[in-house]
């Protein structure tokens, strides 16, 4: 888009005139262009056309009222169609309203009761009177009472939600059969709205079909009224012929200004930061911007939204912001995605859409601001308060536990030297598990918030990993776990700490079995990687990589977002520190740590670390 310029006008201070409205002689003050009028109208009357204005005049009053006429009628024939359609929204948006009332009332009730649960799990002292419980459930079977509406009562699937809900509001009045039955009883409440949910879908689409049949109904009946005076307009038509001669004059310095005003915009819209598209109610894109088109090179004019132009991370974004029509300015959320087929090319979005009318058909302006350096900021912050949480806290914990939990090791070795009962050797097995457990606990928060400096070395990858496994014979030996190693046929050097990365494979094994059935084998694969960028490795350069596989139980969405959290743990007795230890050791080192994984089809943990040193400068 070209910046509309004029050279030969300049501003007063001698600036150069970017862009100057044109304005036309009507909106001219009378001081401007009001002689300039006079003059024209004298002419005119000059050449006899005066006399033809008493005909204009009548033809004009007649049209006027004609379409005084029309107008009348349109609107009560509009009226009358909007209270039709009106009537079976109201209808319809009761029903979803209530439906929408209905399930947060029942999301209420069942977190209150599941709070009791846990509470009573939990062995909590119980107040003698339930009364938030209680509120909801009152509150959930008032709305209950709509569902005896004589319209609803015929129809057998709003029936059997009331009849489910009830027994469920009778299941969480008693806690025990809470404990039995409420998952269940919730389950298929839950499952009947999500049936009425979709039937009301539906329902929606009947109305909307209906809707469009009564409007054009409307629409051919407002035609013929509209021919009827377009054809007494005809009568009046040669009188206004003047009257077009100029505002044919005047329509061409407007569409002048309308192109310096279009290409003024359009400049404007080049220059954002941020990628624009407009995408038309077919799912096409329309026009974009510079910004759009480097974040989607092989994209085109023309394209849907649902080609395949881009890495299927950015498909999915694109999609998913255009997957439903907006009515105001809407935040989408914020993506972070691969714009191209390298998956450490992640960068952040926060997508917005606007309504945007595209040949009078609802379309959206899609709006996608690169926020990727705001978002590594925050992630920064966030984790440099957490490791200063830490700190405070292992501090505290070494010196309140770490002394006393030495004593309490030796007074109990010394019991056990001190008695054969089976029963009494029993519990001081207990004991000493619990002190090891706190041990581990003592010792992992203190070198997670006391970060240890790197020790570089030359070393061979496949000679640290073997090493590892040394380490954690004793456990492969207990759960009879296989080991097999597609290791890189080729030494892979480079200058590493060969101590903590032992330490960062030892943990990912020792994970990899544990979630492993007994007997079932781990992966352990060596090679080298291709050029990568971003993702906390900051320069670009041949890595070399470790994959660790088991087939385990795998992890799902929630527990993925959460490994690397301090503390977090799916673990009976886990510290939750072990993956957030290895993610900052791999850090150190330049690398980065990524995982792949689904439930109950296993977990690929794989890491990787630059052949040269190139210690990271996170705190």
């Given at each position: 888009?070209?910046?509309?310029?004029?050279?030969?006008?300049?501003?007063?201070?001698?600036?150069?005139?970017?862009?100057?409205?044109?304005?036309?002689?009507?909106?001219?003050?009378?001081?401007?262009?009001?002689?300039?009028?006079?003059?024209?109208?004298?002419?005119?009357?000059?050449?006899?056309?005066?006399?033809?204005?008493?005909?204009?005049?009548?033809?004009?009053?007649?049209?006027?009222?004609?379409?005084?006429?029309?107008?009348?009628?349109?609107?009560?024939?509009?009226?009358?169609?909007?209270?039709?359609?009106?009537?079976?929204?109201?209808?319809?948006?009761?029903?979803?309203?209530?439906?929408?009332?209905?399930?947060?009332?029942?999301?209420?009730?069942?977190?209150?009761?599941?709070?009791?649960?846990?509470?009573?799990?939990?062995?909590?002292?119980?107040?003698?009177?339930?009364?938030?419980?209680?509120?909801?459930?009152?509150?959930?079977?008032?709305?209950?009472?709509?569902?005896?509406?004589?319209?609803?009562?015929?129809?057998?699937?709003?029936?059997?939600?009331?009849?489910?809900?009830?027994?469920?509001?009778?299941?969480?009045?008693?806690?025990?059969?809470?404990?039995?039955?409420?998952?269940?009883?919730?389950?298929?409440?839950?499952?009947r709205l999500d049936d009425l949910q979709t039937e009301m879908?539906?329902?929606?689409?009947?109305?909307?079909?209906?809707?469009?049949?009564?409007?054009?109904?409307?629409?051919?009946?407002?035609?013929?009224?509209?021919?009827?005076?377009?054809?007494?307009?005809?009568?009046?038509?040669?009188?206004?012929?003047?009257?077009?001669?100029?505002?044919?004059?005047?329509?061409?310095?407007?569409?002048?200004?309308?192109?310096?005003?279009?290409?003024?915009?359009?400049?404007?819209?080049?220059?954002?930061?941020?990628?624009?598209?407009?995408?038309?109610?077919?799912?096409?894109?329309?026009?974009?911007?510079?910004?759009?088109?480097?974040?989607?090179?092989?994209?085109?004019?023309?394209?849907?939204?649902?080609?395949?132009?881009?890495?299927?991370?950015?498909?999915?974004?694109?999609?998913?912001?255009?997957?439903?029509?907006?009515?105001?300015?809407?935040?989408?959320?914020?993506?972070?995605?691969?714009?191209?087929?390298?998956?450490?090319?992640?960068?952040?979005?926060?997508?917005?859409?606007?309504?945007?009318?595209?040949?009078?058909?609802?379309?959206?302006?899609?709006?996608?601001?690169?926020?990727?350096?705001?978002?590594?900021?925050?992630?920064?912050?966030?984790?440099?308060?957490?490791?200063?949480?830490?700190?405070?806290?292992?501090?505290?914990?070494?010196?309140e536990i770490k002394n006393p939990l030495g004593s309490i090791?030796?007074?109990?070795?010394?019991?056990?030297?001190?008695?054969?009962?089976?029963?009494?050797?029993?519990?001081?097995?207990?004991?000493?598990?619990?002190?090891?457990?706190?041990?581990?606990?003592?010792?992992?928060?203190?070198?997670?918030?006391?970060?240890?400096?790197?020790?570089?070395?030359?070393?061979?990858?496949?000679?640290?990993?073997?090493?590892?496994?040394?380490?954690?014979?004793?456990?492969?030996?207990?759960?009879?776990?296989?080991?097999?190693?597609?290791?890189?046929?080729?030494?892979?050097?480079?200058?590493?700490?060969?101590?903590?990365?032992?330490?960062?494979?030892?943990?990912?094994?020792?994970?990899?079995?544990?979630?492993?059935?007994?007997?079932?084998?781990?992966?352990?694969?060596?090679?080298?990687?291709?050029?990568?960028?971003?993702?906390?490795?900051?320069?670009?350069?041949?890595?070399?990589?470790?994959?660790?596989?088991?087939?385990?139980?795998?992890?799902?969405?929630?527990?993925?977002?959460?490994?690397?959290?301090?503390?977090?743990?799916?673990?009976?007795?886990?510290?939750?520190?072990?993956?957030?230890?290895?993610?900052?050791?791999?850090?150190?080192?330049?690398?980065?740590?990524?995982?792949?994984?689904?439930?109950?089809?296993?977990?690929?943990?794989?890491?990787?670390?630059?052949?040269?040193?190139?210690?990271?400068?996170?705190?």
């Amino acid at each position: 888009m070209l910046e509309d310029r004029d050279k030969t006008e300049t501003h007063d201070e001698g600036g150069e005139v970017v862009y100057r409205r044109v304005v036309l002689p009507d909106e001219a003050p009378d001081g401007q262009n009001g002689g300039e009028r006079r003059r024209h109208g004298l002419r005119l009357g000059e050449k006899g056309i005066a006399p033809a204005l008493t005909p204009l005049v009548v033809g004009f009053a007649l049209l006027l009222v004609l379409i005084f006429l029309l107008g009348y009628l349109s609107r009560n024939k509009l009226e009358e169609a909007s209270r039709q359609i009106l009537y079976l929204e109201q209808g319809h948006a009761e029903k979803s309203t209530r439906l929408l009332e209905f399930r947060m009332a029942l999301t209420r009730l069942d977190n209150e009761a599941r709070i009791r649960e846990q509470a009573r799990a939990r062995g909590e002292l119980m107040p003698p009177f339930e009364i938030r419980l209680n509120t909801a459930r009152e509150e959930f079977r008032k709305l209950l009472l709509w569902l005896d509406n004589a319209e609803l009562a015929r129809q057998q699937k709003w029936r059997d939600l009331k009849r489910d809900a009830e027994e469920y509001a009778r299941v969480t009045e008693d806690s025990t059969r809470y404990s039995l039955e409420g998952f269940e009883k919730f389950r298929l409440v839950d499952s009947r709205l999500d049936d009425l949910q979709t039937e009301m879908k539906r329902e929606q689409e009947a109305i909307g079909r209906a809707s469009a049949e009564i409007q054009k109904s409307a629409e051919r009946t407002i035609r013929l009224w509209m021919l009827i005076a377009l054809l007494t307009g005809v009568v009046v038509a040669v009188g206004t012929i003047w009257e077009v001669q100029r505002r044919f004059r005047q329509m061409r310095e407007s569409m002048e200004e309308a192109r310096r005003e279009r290409a003024f915009s359009s400049q404007m819209l080049e220059g954002m930061v941020s990628a624009v598209a407009a995408i038309d109610v077919h799912d096409r894109i329309r026009s974009a911007n510079h910004t759009f088109f480097e974040i989607f090179p092989n994209a085109k004019i023309g394209d849907s939204v649902h080609d395949k132009f881009a890495s299927p991370a950015a498909m999915k974004m694109l999609e998913s912001a255009t997957a439903s029509r907006v009515v105001e300015a809407t935040y989408r959320g914020r993506w972070v995605c691969s714009i191209d087929d390298e998956q450490y090319n992640e960068r952040s979005f926060d997508v917005y859409s606007s309504p945007l009318t595209i040949d009078n058909e609802p379309g959206q302006i899609l709006t996608l601001v690169d926020v990727t350096d705001a978002a590594k900021a925050e992630e920064v912050a966030r984790r440099t308060e957490a490791l200063a949480a830490v700190g405070q806290a292992s501090a505290q914990v070494a010196h309140e536990i770490k002394n006393p939990l030495g004593s309490i090791r030796l007074g109990v070795s010394m019991l056990r030297d001190t008695t054969t009962d089976k029963e009494a050797l029993n519990t001081i097995d207990l004991v000493e598990r619990g002190i090891n457990h706190l041990n581990k606990l003592v010792v992992d928060v203190t070198q997670f918030s006391r970060r240890k400096p790197l020790e570089l070395i030359p070393a061979d990858l496949n000679q640290i990993v073997d090493a590892s496994l040394e380490l954690i014979a004793d456990k492969l030996r207990e759960r009879r776990t296989p080991i097999e190693k597609n290791y890189f046929q080729e030494k892979i050097e480079g200058e590493w700490d060969a101590d903590q990365l032992e330490q960062v494979f030892v943990n990912l094994i020792a994970n990899a079995i544990d979630a492993s059935r007994e007997g079932e084998p781990v992966t352990i694969s060596t090679g080298l990687a291709s050029e990568i960028g971003g993702n906390g490795v900051p320069s670009r350069g041949r890595l070399a990589r470790v994959q660790i596989t088991d087939t385990g139980t795998g992890m799902d969405e929630a527990t993925h977002a959460r490994i690397y959290e301090p503390f977090f743990s799916t673990k009976k007795r886990g510290t939750g520190l072990g993956l957030a230890i290895v993610k900052q050791i791999v850090e150190q080192h330049g690398g980065a740590i990524n995982v792949e994984s689904e439930p109950q089809k296993g977990t690929t943990f794989t890491i990787d670390l630059p052949l040269k040193s190139q210690p990271s400068v996170k705190s």
